[in-house]
């Protein structure tokens, strides 16, 4: 499931609702990153949130599954990689673009996981694997649910959240160049679910480093961290 939004107005502005089933999870707040962390049989991995470089990560699941997606050899840097490697700091949204240039980013057998990644700058780079990815240069908005953006409504599946999409674009519209935090807030409640429940819906605000998050769509319940560290060296 999953809504990933990006908002360049007035401010740069990043929201992320995850939706998630029968998963364990925690949130991480350091000052170098603040990120959810999903248990991977016993190791906490980082695949979601913003690091203190200015750099964010999401990773939607794409429906329905292509097996385009399949790692196509050892060589293959698989989606989750690429987003704790942001996460942590040992790589960036730009370098990530450069590697696509020459390299390849895979999901995990059996499953299509797609990426919309974005930096301090409003930049957006949306990657589905197996089909390509695009780069949106500070865009007006951006969007990504659960379909790919290469084949959009061209393939149903009930999960891939064509409504909440446009929902997002109504309210990013609506809001034109002035969206607020509270603003991005009721943006991410209104694509919030239940079915696949949302546990954890967040919003970050590069130019202050500043990320804010709510658990289990308790909007009155907001939580803080400001990102003070500096990033490890790149690769």
Not at 202 to 216: G, L, Q, T
Request: proline share 6%; net charge neutral.
């Amino acid at each position: 499931m999953c809504t990933s939004i990006v908002s360049n107005g007035e401010r740069t502005l990043i929201g992320w609702n995850l939706d998630i089933l029968d998963m364990e999870y925690q949130v991480t707040a350091l000052k170098e990153r603040v990120s959810i962390d999903i248990d991977d049989n016993g190791r906490w991995l980082p695949l979601f949130g913003a690091s203190c470089q200015g750099d964010f990560a999401s990773m939607p699941t794409c429906w329905p599954y292509d097996n385009r997606s399949d790692p196509a050899g050892p060589d293959c840097r698989t989606v989750p990689q690429v987003n704790t490697s942001l996460l942590l700091g040992e790589t960036t949204v730009q370098e990530v673009r450069q590697y696509l240039g020459r390299g390849k980013i895979s999901s995990l057998p059996g499953i299509t996981y797609q990426a919309q990644l974005s930096d301090r700058e409003g930049n957006v780079l949306q990657i589905v694997p197996g089909q390509g990815y695009l780069y949106k240069e500070r865009p007006r908005y951006s969007v990504m649910t659960n379909f790919s953006p290469f084949k959009r409504n061209r393939e149903k599946h009930p999960w891939m959240g064509w409504d909440r999409y446009h929902t997002a674009v109504r309210l990013l519209e609506e809001a034109g160049d002035r969206l607020d935090v509270p603003g991005c807030f009721a943006i991410l409640r209104a694509t919030a679910q239940t079915a696949c429940p949302t546990v954890v819906s967040m919003v970050f605000d590069p130019a202050k480093n500043r990320v804010f998050w709510c658990e289990n769509r308790q909007w009155d319940q907001i939580k803080e961290q400001k990102m003070e560290g500096q990033p490890l060296s790149s690769l």
